[in-house]
T-cell receptor, first 112, second 113 residues
């Protein structure tokens, strides 16, 4: 079983739609949680951190459920520019420094 | 401020050769991590260095090695290249060695023929 699992998609949605991505992780001791965005043939960039209380940044909302080991990302009012691969990322709970464990990514394509 | 820089941008090698990839972190950042991203997959952790010491190592064979220099730049070396080593190699820097945001460089795309 992979440490971080995501539905690879692609999710094809029209502009203005709301889309949700889910992610599960296997290590219950995981400490920190993130969503990264990666455009085609570019480096990953931090989209947002994910907190147990849930957090929002404009059109983006992230949720963490530690009991179910589940992370979600909601994008409202999708824009063409949101088309990218979204990577779910966790850090381990052991003394492994700042090692990031990535999921395989979920590809989003927003259509006009 | 300059971001993380990596060189070369692209590289083509043949099986059995070795390769050295280079990374310069953001000014003031003391920690560098290396990741391998095979096409269609998420990045996989290879190494982390902080203050020139190895802080973490992923599940990669001994053909992979790295080091960090006094100016905090880093090199990733891969010996006896295999076809499966073809990937995007990403370097990321953080200010400290703990749980901070990692800033990624543009990567080096390695093709092994």
């Amino acid at each position: 079983r992979k440490e971080v699992e995501q539905d690879p998609g692609p999710f094809n949605v029209p502009e203005g739609a709301t889309v949700a991505f889910n992610c599960t992780y296997s290590n219950s001791a995981s400490q920190s949680f993130f969503w990264y965005r990666q455009d085609c043939r570019k480096e990953p960039k931090l989209l947002m951190s994910v907190y147990s209380s849930g957090n929002e940044d404009g059109r983006f909302t992230a949720q963490l459920n530690r009991a179910s080991q589940y992370i979600s990302l909601l994008i409202r009012d999708s824009k063409l520019s949101d088309s990218a691969t979204y990577l779910c990322v966790v850090t381990p709970g052991n003394n492994a420094g700042n090692m990031l464990t990535f999921g395989g990514g979920t590809r989003l394509m927003v259509k006009p | 401020d300059a971001g993380v820089t990596q060189s070369p941008t692209h590289l083509i090698k043949t099986r059995g050769q070795h390769v050295t990839l280079r990374c310069s972190p953001i000014s003031g950042h003391k920690s560098v991590s290396w990741y391998q991203q095979v096409l269609g997959q998420g990045p996989q952790f290879i190494f982390q260095y902080y203050e020139k010491e190895e802080r973490g190592r992923g599940n990669f064979p001994d053909r992979f090695s790295a080091r960090q220099f006094p100016n905090y730049s880093s090199e990733l070396n891969v010996n006896a290249l295999l076809l499966g080593d073809s990937a995007l190699y990403l370097c990321a820097s953080t200010p400290l060695g703990g749980y901070n945001e990692q800033f990624f460089g543009p990567g080096t795309r390695l093709t092994v023929l």
